[in-house]
T-cell receptor
Framework: NAGVTQTPKFRVLKTGQSMTLLCAQDMNHEYMYWYRQDPGMGLRLIHYSVGEGTTAKGEVPDGYNVSRLKKQNFLLGLESAAPSQTSVYFC???????????????FGPGTRLTVL | GENVEQHPSTLSVQEGDSAVIKCTYSDSASNYFPWYKQELGKRPQLIIDIRSNVGEKKDQRIAVTLNKTAKHFSLHITETQPEDSAVYFCAASISGYSTLTFGKGTMLLVSP
């Protein structure tokens, strides 16, 4: 049981290049999330998904796209990377997230992305 | 939307002292308040959470208190140890939504 995994762990891009970050979970979780973490800014939600085939925007969605074609995978894409997207990206998942009876979000190990 | 403020941003204590981190939230509809710990270079991990139907919850040296009227909640760590050194994040969720809003984090440094 690997939990939540992310690939790659590190990546360096040039401005304008594209890339896809992969998040996978083997806990049969319905909900998946992508966050970015910048110094002094905490964890900010980029996009999330409440089930296979669904996606929704979070707090900072501009410049990113996501897809959830399979329940266990959640992809984050950068079509044209910018230096402002230099950050550590965390994926998370939870079994179910009911208001008033919420479940734990389990985080992946993170991807450190640098855009030059 | 929800706004979560967290204080202090850094906290230095001596081993054995207590540490308190405070968070305030803006939306009175929020009813779930987890705390995450993130060690250097690692992923955030849940350490304790509280729901709005209780005022306090304890787990060994860690406790969380909630004041719904004032819209603030706090993390209390007693008998701190060097391994408690980490960044701590509070978060809140709004009824009917499926996402968490995080505070900006508190870096706790416990000196031996």
């Amino acid at each position: 049981n690997a939990g939540v995994t992310q690939t790659p762990k590190f990546r360096v891009l040039k401005t304008g290049q594209s890339m896809t970050l992969l998040c996978a979970q083997d806990m049969n979780h319905e909900y998946m999330y992508w966050y970015r973490q910048d110094p002094g800014m905490g964890l900010r939600l980029i996009h999330y998904s409440v089930g296979e085939g669904t996606t929704a925007k979070g707090e900072v969605p501009d410049g990113y796209n996501v897809s959830r074609l399979k329940k266990q995978n959640f992809l984050l894409g950068l079509e044209s990377a910018a230096p402002s997207q230099t950050s550590v990206y965390f994926c998370a998942s939870s079994y179910i997230f009911l208001a008033g009876d919420s479940d734990t979000q389990y985080f992946g190990p993170g991807t450190r992305l640098t855009v030059l | 939307g929800e706004n979560v403020e967290q204080h202090p941003s850094t906290l230095s204590v001596q081993e054995g002292d207590s540490a308190v981190i405070k968070c305030t939230y803006s939306d009175s509809a929020s009813n779930y308040f987890p705390w995450y710990k993130q060690e250097l270079g690692k992923r955030p991990q849940l350490i304790i959470d509280i729901r709005s139907n209780v005022g306090e919850k304890k787990d060994q040296r860690i406790a969380v208190t909630l004041n719904k009227t004032a819209k603030h909640f706090s993390l209390h760590i007693t008998e701190t140890q060097p391994e408690d050194s980490a960044v701590y994040f509070c978060a809140a969720s709004i009824s009917g939504y499926s996402t968490l809003t995080f505070g900006k984090g508190t870096m706790l440094l416990v000196s031996p």
